[in-house]
């Protein structure tokens, strides 16, 4: 809240209705609770949060075993490279995705992803545990990093894109705290299983590394820093 000077970034969502509408994540309340069973965190950094789904599934979780841990939502919620292609062209779009609009745009062609986010968050109850950082993803790392701030988690579901996902992942490291964990998601497409394979390789070998398939095989890997 000190970033705000005390405003809630929260307030906005008001303006544009609070109710929850359902999105869609592959994060599992089993892989939240499994990281904090191993971390103990104290701070969870989420890059990457679109609507809001994985972090209302870390809140639930969170919640549920009443732990004191603070989530930081960087994302600067102006849509992904593949997203700005979905929406313009829908015969591109995912299967099962046909009708979504992954760029919640207004009739003034403004994307409003941030208020949709901000208003599942408030629509499911969990703004006082998430703070909403909307920066990219670099900018929002760099920051916490100048802060002296160090997640015991860091779940990366962000750029999606080839070379700029070996990025995120390496800043990405460098903050994390040490014992920390660096978990991501969609390791089904290529660009982000070259960039992280890539990324692995290039780490120390006192590092654990750790995949799983989650509910379906696009689900994410694990990366566990060593002490």
């Not at 015969?91 to 986010?117: A, C, N, W």
């Not at 993803?137 to 080839?162: C, F, N, T």
Request: aromatic share 10%; charged share 20%; proline share 4%.
């Amino acid at each position: 809240t000190t970033l705000y000077q005390g405003r809630s970034p929260f307030s906005l969502a008001e303006k544009y209705g609070t109710e929850y509408r359902k999105t869609f994540s592959n994060l599992l309340h089993a892989e939240v609770s499994l990281a904090l069973d191993i971390t103990n965190a104290s701070l969870w950094v989420e890059i990457g949060s679109f609507l809001g789904r994985s972090a209302i599934t870390t809140a639930e979780a969170i919640k549920k075993r009443r732990a004191d841990t603070q989530i930081l939502c960087i994302d600067p919620w102006t849509g992904a490279t593949g997203q700005w292609i979905w929406h313009a062209f829908p015969s591109k779009r995912p299967l099962g995705y046909e009708t979504f609009d992954h760029l919640q745009m207004d009739e003034y062609g403004t994307v409003r992803i941030y208020e949709r986010f901000l208003a599942n968050i408030v629509g499911a109850g969990h703004h006082d545990v998430i703070v909403p950082i909307r920066a990219p993803s670099i900018v929002g790392m760099k920051l916490l990093r100048r802060l002296e701030q160090q997640p015991q988690v860091i779940y990366l579901d962000s750029a999606h894109e080839a070379d700029e996902t070996f990025l995120e992942l390496t800043v990405a490291w460098a903050l994390l705290a040490p014992g920390g964990l660096l978990m991501g998601d969609d390791f089904g497409w290529e660009a982000v299983r070259h960039d992280l394979l890539k990324f692995v390789a290039n780490i120390s070998t006192g590092d654990e590394v750790k995949g799983h398939g989650g509910r379906n095989p696009t689900a994410g890997i694990t990366v566990i820093k060593g002490t």
